[in-house]
């Protein structure tokens, strides 16, 4: 039996043609951004895609289907249900067989769109290795999907709530290319620089794509994390954000905020304490993040 996946019109037609497809993420929408700039972003997001020459396909899990590709009512339906559950590789099945409405982190959304045929895949920034890890063993499932599904995944950067030299240590082990895009030192979310280098560098959508290819000619698993650091216009300085991030984690601290409420609630914490500067630069980035993917998703279907 085949998965049950459910195409919008616009990506079912994409598939007719061979037309250039990009994967969008919908935790971020329910789980990341306040109610109306979630849904705004996300139409705003789709939008860019299209006028860089691709289509589309923002995925979510609703009436027993991966739905790859979501209709304009479909989308404000998910954006203000209070009741969505957080999926990754660990309960989409299950989310599938009940019935649940269910957004897809990255790790979902990577598996639905591989099964939908989909090379490439923009979010804001993927989950990693969360600060005191060694305690709490807290490492995201978006490090391992990467390692085992063959799509490539345009992030502005880990989040810079994590511990970003033990999550790179972690995609390193787990053989993910970490490429960034137009610059040597790795960015972090909200800032352009993280301080760290960058383990590969990349100037063009072209040697992404090629380099994605390449992958699979070599028969490796797994797919590649491009990193696109968010435009200048738009960076919160790391110095302003460490503060704030800092208050936020021990705020998450004290309350005991643990397993999938962590990330969403720093993300809350931080909008609150930046004056709402956080989603404002989360969504600079993610609009970035679509327009690069698009260019590569493009370059793919070329070659
Ligand atoms: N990037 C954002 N906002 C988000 C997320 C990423 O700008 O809300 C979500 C993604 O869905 C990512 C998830 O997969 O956070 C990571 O959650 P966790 O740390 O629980 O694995
Ligand atoms: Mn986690």
Redesign the pocket.
């Known amino acids: 039996m085949n998965a049950p996946l459910v195409f919008s019109a616009e990506v079912a037609a994409a598939r007719q043609t061979g037309a250039p497809v990009v994967a969008l ?1 919908s ?2 929408i329910t ?3 306040p109610y109306p700039q979630n849904v705004e972003t996300a139409q705003t997001v789709e939008s860019d895609i299209r006028a860089a020459g691709a289509v589309p396909a923002t995925i979510a899990v609703m009436g027993g289907a991966i739905h790859i590709g979501l209709e304009p009512d479909a989308l404000q339906t998910l954006a203000q249900a209070s009741a969505v559950a ?1 999926l ?1 590789r660990a309960d989409i099945a299950f989310a599938l067989a009940t019935g649940q409405t269910g957004a ?4 979902a959304t990577m598996i639905a769109a591989h099964l939908a045929g989909i090379a490439v895949f923009a ?5 990693g290795v ?1 600060r005191g890890a060694q305690s709490s063993f807290d490492i ?3 490090l391992t999907e990467l390692a085992q599904t063959p799509v490539t995944v345009v ?1 502005a950067g880990p ?1 810079a709530i994590l511990d970003l030299p033990k999550t790179l240590e972690v995609l390193e082990t787990n053989g993910v290319p970490v490429i960034t895009y137009g610059q040597d030192e790795l960015p972090a979310f909200w800032s352009r620089d993280s301080g760290l280098p960058s383990p590969l560098r990349a100037d063009s959508p072209d040697d992404i794509a090629a380099a994605h290819l390449m992958r699979a000619r070599l028969n490796l698993p797994g797919g590649q994390l491009v990193a696109n650091p968010i435009p200048a216009n738009a960076e919160i300085p790391a110095a302003t954000l460490a503060p704030i991030i800092a208050r936020a984690l021990s705020e998450a601290d004290a309350q005991a905020i643990s ?2 409420q ?3 609630f720093l ?1 809350q914490r931080i909008f609150e304490l930046t004056n709402g500067d956080s989603l404002t630069a ?1 969504i600079a980035l ?1 609009r970035n993040n679509a327009r690069l993917a698009a260019r590569i998703a493009q370059k793919i279907a070329a070659r």
């Open positions: 993420e935790t971020i789980h990341g951004m957080k990754s897809t982190t990255v790790a979010t804001g920034g993927i989950g969360h995201s499932a978006d992030a989040k397993a999938k962590v990330t969403p993300l989360n993610v």
